[in-house]
């Protein structure tokens, strides 16, 4: 009777097997601490004013457009006059035009009050309206620790039929570069704005 021997050809499956093992278990390892996605809303933070002066007409903000490297789900940062950063793990929970048209609406109606007002539907039932249209032309936080802010507003009076632009540009400090800083510092920014409207509504 022959001695049983160790084929060679089964060396290589018993090292294939442990490599497998080994990749499946950093792999597991990986996804485990790994970081997760987080979900950012923004909210108005304006405060509100009992003893503002009332505009002379309905304010319906009408629009509000961001470029478009700014109206997407990840966050962005600027890094430099020619490149952008996507955030990978800092996420927007809706779609930023459509989040930051609702806010100002919201920061405008606090300082004003909710009656001098419109809602999302352009109102049909009154001609004494004033349309505001939002031209972001950077609402962008830095690499340098600063938020941008260039907006230009267009007022438009239905009852003159008259048009008026009013550009706004700032910058707001950010704490840091986390999700939470950046949410804070458009907050602030999106206030301020409607502050500024509703100065030019008077």
Request: with cysteine; charged share 20%.
């Given at each position: 009777?022959?001695?049983?021997?160790?084929?060679?050809?089964?060396?290589?499956?018993?090292?294939?097997?442990?490599?497998?093992?080994?990749?499946?278990?950093?792999?597991?390892?990986?996804?485990?601490?790994?970081?997760?996605?987080?979900?950012?809303?923004?909210?108005?933070?304006?405060?509100?004013?009992?003893?503002?002066?009332?505009?002379?007409?309905?304010?319906?903000?009408?629009?509000?457009?961001?470029?478009?490297?700014?109206?997407?789900?990840?966050?962005?940062?600027?890094?430099?006059?020619?490149?952008?950063?996507?955030?990978?793990?800092?996420?927007?929970?809706?779609?930023?035009?459509?989040?930051?048209?609702?806010?100002?609406?919201?920061?405008?109606?606090r300082i004003i009050g909710a009656e001098n007002v419109a809602g999302v539907k352009t109102p049909q039932s009154r001609s004494d309206i004033?349309?505001?249209?939002?031209?972001?032309?950077?609402?962008?936080?830095?690499?340098?620790?600063?938020?941008?802010?260039?907006?230009?507003?267009?007022?438009?009076?239905?009852?003159?039929?008259?048009?008026?632009?009013?550009?706004?540009?700032?910058?707001?400090?950010?704490?840091?570069?986390?999700?939470?800083?950046?949410?804070?510092?458009?907050?602030?920014?999106?206030?301020?704005?409607?502050e500024e409207t509703a100065a030019m509504l008077k």
């Open positions: 009777m022959f001695p049983l021997t160790d084929h060679a050809s089964r060396q290589p499956l018993g090292r294939l097997a442990a490599t497998a093992l080994l990749a499946a278990v950093l792999l597991a390892t990986g996804c485990v601490g790994s970081a997760k996605t987080r979900y950012f809303l923004l909210s108005p933070t304006a405060t509100p004013t009992a003893n503002a002066a009332k505009p002379t007409a309905l304010a319906y903000i009408r629009n509000c457009q961001l470029p478009d490297y700014l109206d997407r789900t990840e966050m962005v940062m600027r890094k430099s006059q020619n490149e952008v950063i996507f955030r990978d793990f800092d996420n927007w929970a809706q779609m930023p035009e459509r989040m930051i048209q609702r806010i100002l609406r919201e920061n405008l109606a004033i349309q505001i249209d939002y031209e972001f032309n950077q609402l962008d936080p830095t690499t340098n620790g600063v938020l941008q802010v260039n907006v230009d507003c267009w007022l438009h009076a239905l009852p003159t039929k008259t048009e008026t632009i009013h550009n706004l540009s700032f910058t707001l400090p950010l704490d840091n570069e986390s999700g939470d800083a950046i949410t804070n510092a458009i907050n602030q920014a999106l206030a301020r704005i409607a």
